[in-house]
């Protein structure tokens, strides 16, 4: 029986072996120093995040987010602009701006942060990235110890809301770019990274703002939601940014802080206005701007993660929340207007007809975004109870699809409407008569015409009350209709302090993230 | 003689390879192509921000995403045949470089799955064959059943919560390639392996135990132990080794699912990442990485196939 001990030992040896390794586990080695762990499911090259460079494409969300780079200027939860490297700023004539610096800053590699500094970095901005070129427009710097003006080549009203975004990172330049890590000005310093994995950070013993709580800080890229869920419950990590919705529930308990805001994140349909789609009738636009259950969605199949949208941009900004005029949900009123439009259903199917016409909507949308396949569900569960047939095209072909005007009625998406805080960007990119997304050729003269005055005017309250005039006209005119609004969260254990969510989603890892 | 035959088998093996790695391009090339989006706009999609046309329209023309379907496949083919694989769409990496990079993980999740595969597969197996119809077998044979039941993804979620979240030994988030952030990975995957390697190594053993020749050294006096080690298992092994390099070819390519839940940064992980990102230069080079372990383990196993049986080196069926 000799070949039976041999099995059993053989066995014995295999299953021990696997075990002592788990048992040497020891993930709670410290060597004294307060540390956390962020796992991120965002930090990664797939979101243009492949290092801390704000120069190189969308890497600024990341400098800014984990506290190596600060800009001139910050947002506050409403959107609001605030000093920070800038301590004031003057709007000389349209072309000029004249900012004052913080003269007790010094970057992470010993300069001091001047105008010469700032010059340089923002020279090399906007040579090395596009996008902030296009939206900076400057034409020249001047540097005067710590005055800095900035030279627009055309009027620039939101000049400095784009100075906030986070490609607006004040860093040294002189100290390079070595792996994608730069010297900033913020609360910790990069020490090393590899994109796709993780980037390691230690605390800025020089910050301006105050020693920072933590010695260490690394962020884990987790690109799987169910693994950061497991990963922040066996305290692997200690803080959360981007789990997916379904894990929520494990967390909501005293055993860890959920910090959630509203973001302008909207989720919004626009209509087509081409000549043979059903949503070239006014009626039909009014009777889906009124069919659309956005408390439901909100509550029932998002789980409450959301905020229901009135107009183009959620609560806070002083153009933002209940002060435009939407259509509320309202079945029989829609029944009304269509029928009062002419579409009847004369055939006893359920769906409305005119002329010979079924009142089918072609509704594209897309899967990359988990709320829009459940939007598109849920408006053709309510859209049928008036005599309408949604059809669903849920496509990662979207962008081609929606190139095609007869191929859809309503194009339902996913887009952050306000990114800097000012109203402009949306309806230059998605409701003027030239705007780069109107690909429903959506046309309105007035809106047209008080977008003119917008992109000449400076004064914040006026612009203010241009954009809620432009958001009004939209509405009145069923051109979109804006769902709901993303509430952001961040999931950390209990004994993780300020850990907190902002309206922007920049400022993850500030001086004060502790852990007690 | 026979090495010459061998070696003439393998090389015109590898001359099949030439039509099947065009073959197998094409038709990646072509079902990414028809899935519709394309890096560029993957990418700024994942951030909800609208960009100016103009921008995304340079970004596409200098990744030549502008061109046609047949453009796009003879420029890249071109270039492949001249030694250059392209940079991936998504990190602007040399494609090459990164696949090398991250194959040693993929390289070390294969050997250590493997090996533990055989350490639980043989064992349980032969002791299956051997208290055939008993308890044990039973047992084991459950065990086996449920193993092969249950997806990759479900016994990676499950070894997750009981030996990371509750029993806290193991990490469930990998910090490179060490030997304590692989033992939930080759777990996962040695799980199910196992369950069905169990299973065949019991029916070979079943089979080769009930042949006249064990029943004659019996009645010669030779030992079970002997019987089973000298020659019941090396006629096992033959089936055993086929099952084994088809594995091989399959955890070589990397086992997608498991080394993504991991996070664990091997080929596998990378294909899905491409794959998502419509990254065509990268998921190029890891369907031609496929197709040619494939091919080469297949090849491997027939020509040790070849000399392990002597039935089959010399031409008859044994009988």
């Known amino acids: 029986m000799k070949w039976k001990k041999l099995l059993a030992a053989t066995l014995a040896l295999g299953i021990s072996a696997v075990v002592m390794a788990g048992c040497g586990s020891d993930k709670a080695a410290s060597n004294g120093e307060k540390a956390l762990v962020i796992g991120d499911t965002t930090f990664n090259s797939s979101n243009e995040e492949p290092d801390v460079n704000p120069h190189n494409a969308y890497a600024g969300w990341a400098c800014i987010r984990y506290g190596i780079g600060e800009t001139l200027i910050k947002y506050s939860d409403k959107m609001e602009l605030q000093p920070w490297l800038a301590t004031k700023w003057e709007n000389v004539d349209e072309f000029t701006w004249k900012f004052t610096l913080r003269d007790d800053v010094t970057f992470s590699s010993g300069r001091k942060m001047d105008a010469a500094a700032v010059k340089q970095c923002l020279e090399h901005l906007i040579a090395n990235n596009k996008r902030a070129a296009q939206d900076l427009k400057i034409a020249a710097i001047e540097a005067n110890g710590q005055e800095l003006i900035i030279k627009t080549t055309e009027p620039r009203p939101a000049l400095l809301n784009y100075l906030g975004d986070p490609y607006g990172c004040i860093i040294d330049v002189d100290a390079g770019f070595e792996q994608g890590i730069v010297a900033g000005t913020g609360p910790y310093i990069a020490t090393d990274i590899k994109t796709d994995d993780h980037l390691v950070l230690k605390k800025n013993e020089h910050y301006w703002g105050g020693t920072p709580k933590l010695d260490k800080i690394t962020i884990r890229t987790i690109t799987d939601g169910n693994t950061l869920s497991s990963a922040l419950q066996s305290g692997e990590v200690q803080a959360a940014y981007g789990m997916a919705y379904e894990s929520y529930p494990l967390f909501k308990n005293d055993k860890y802080n959920i910090s959630q805001i509203s973001t302008s994140r909207c989720f919004f349909g626009k209509m087509n206005f081409d000549p043979d789609s059903v949503c070239a009738d006014p009626a039909v636009r009014q009777a889906i701007a009124m069919g659309i259950d956005k408390e439901n969605f909100v509550a029932k199949l998002l789980d409450g993660n959301g905020f229901p949208a009135n107009g183009v941009f959620p609560a806070g900004p002083a153009f933002g929340g209940d002060k435009v005029k939407a259509e509320k949900f309202d079945l029989d009123g829609a029944k009304k207007v269509l029928e009062a439009a002419g579409w009847v259903d004369t055939d006893g199917d359920g769906i409305r007809e005119k002329n010979g016409k079924k009142l089918v909507i072609k509704w594209l949308t897309y899967p990359s975004r988990q709320e829009l396949p459940l939007l598109a569900e849920s408006a053709q569960a309510t859209l049928k109870e008036i005599g309408m047939q949604v059809e669903i095209n849920n496509t990662a072909d979207n962008n081609q699809v929606v190139k095609d005007t007869k191929a859809w009625d309503v194009y339902a998406m996913a887009n952050v409407q306000a990114p800097t805080g000012d109203p402009e960007y949306w309806f230059t990119v998605f409701a003027t008569s030239n705007a780069t997304k109107n690909q429903g050729k959506y046309r309105s003269a007035r809106l047209d015409a008080l977008e003119n005055q917008l992109s000449r005017e400076f004064d914040p309250a006026k612009r203010a009350q241009l954009a809620l005039d432009m958001q009004q006209v939209v509405l009145d005119d069923h051109a979109f209709v804006f769902c709901s609004f993303l509430k952001m969260s961040m999931i950390s254990k209990a004994n993780v302090k300020n850990y907190t969510s902002h309206a922007c989603d920049y400022y993850q890892v500030t001086a004060d993230l502790d852990v007690e | ?319």
């Open chain 2, 1 to 319: 003689m026979g090495a010459i035959t061998s070696m003439n088998y393998a090389f015109k093996r590898l001359i099949q390879l030439i039509p099947i790695l065009f073959g197998i391009t094409f038709l990646s090339f072509l079902l990414m192509y028809m899935a519709g989006s394309d890096a560029v706009t993957e990418m700024y999609s994942n951030r909800g921000v609208e960009v100016a046309q103009e921008i995304i329209d340079e970004r596409k023309a200098a990744l030549g995403l502008n061109l046609s379907f047949g453009e796009q496949y003879i420029n890249w083919l071109w270039a492949m045949l001249h030694g250059d694989m392209g940079v991936s769409f998504v990190t602007g990496e040399n494609v090459l470089k990164a696949f090398l990079r991250k194959l040693p993980a993929t390289l070390m999740l294969t050997g250590l799955s493997i090996a533990l595969t055989l350490l639980i597969s043989l064992p349980c197996g032969i002791l299956a064959a051997i208290r055939h119809d008993r308890g044990i077998d039973l047992i084991l044979r459950f065990g086996s059943f449920m193993g092969n039941a249950m997806p990759n993804f479900f016994v990676a979620m499950l070894l997750m919560e009981f030996l990371g979240i509750q029993l806290g030994l193991l990490p469930v988030i990998s910090s490179g390639t060490d030997f304590e952030s692989a033992l939930l990975p080759t777990l996962t995957l040695a799980i199910a392996m196992s369950a069905k390697y169990m299973r065949q190594v019991r029916s070979a053993v079943l089979e080769e135990l009930g042949k006249d020749y064990v029943l004659g050294a019996k009645a010669r006096g030779i030992s079970d132990s002997v019987i089973l080690w000298k020659n019941v298992m090396k006629a096992a092994m033959l089936t055993i080794m086929t099952l084994l390099a088809l594995s091989i070819g399959s955890l070589l390519g990397g086992t997608a699912i498991v080394e993504s839940i991991f996070m664990w940064d091997g080929v596998g992980k990378l294909a899905v990442d491409a794959i998502n990102m419509r990254d065509y230069p990268m998921i190029q080079a890891y369907v031609m990485w496929m197709a040619i372990i494939y091919v080469l383990v297949n090849l491997v196993a027939d020509l040790l196939y070849h000399e392990l049986d002597p039935r089959i080196r010399l031409g008859v069926n044994g009988k």
